[in-house]
Structure formats: C-alpha cells, structure tokens
C-alpha cells in the first residue's frame, strides 16, 4: 500500500481539486480517491502529472516509515490546535496508523 502527502502538498501550494483536476486533466472525485488513500494503484503517468502540476518529484508525494516522527509532532500540535476530537488530528493519526502497519507487515 502506498501512503501520499499529495493533499498536504496541494494544500501547500494552495490549489484546490478543482485546480489540480485542471492541471492534471484527472478527475477531482479520481484525485480525492489518491489523496485520502482509496486508491493505491496508480500508474505512473498519472503520479507524473500530479507531481508536474505540484513542481516536485515523484517521490515527493509519497510518506515513507521515515516521516512517522515528523507526523507525530504535528498530531500535538494539531492536538493543541484544533482539540483532540478534530477532523485534522484523526487525519493525521490515521497517517501514521497506516505506516507503523505498513512497518509492521515488513519487519
């Protein structure tokens, strides 16, 4: 399974779907599904677009075990921030979920 910062990178760049559907010629709803992980069968060509139209490389849109850490820092501060119960504090913790599994299942 593969895990993608491309919504945090979108927000970022302060692009909305609408925009990089654009950009992208993809769908926003097929985006979406990339974006909140529904999706981890993409092909290369579509991870192009998507990285041409956020000016990063491939690989930049992908969360690797490496980067569980630096989530954690931001679950507290989004703790802080929004409060416990948050929209952006259950997305992040679901990240790093998702990658402690995947860890778990290569070890």
Known sequence: ???FTIKNLRK???LTLVELSTKTDLSTTYLSD???NKLDNCSTKTLEK???A???NIKDLFYTTFDI???KKKLNESVDE???NSKETFEISQLIDLLINLMNKEI
């Open 1 to 3: 399974m593969l895990i």
């Open 50 to 52: 998507i990285a041409n």
């Open 12 to 14: 970022s760049k302060n």
């Open 69 to 71: 850490e630096d989530l």
């Open 54 to 56: 956020l000016e990063v």
């Open 34 to 36: 990339i974006e909140n």
């Open 82 to 84: 929004y409060g416990l």
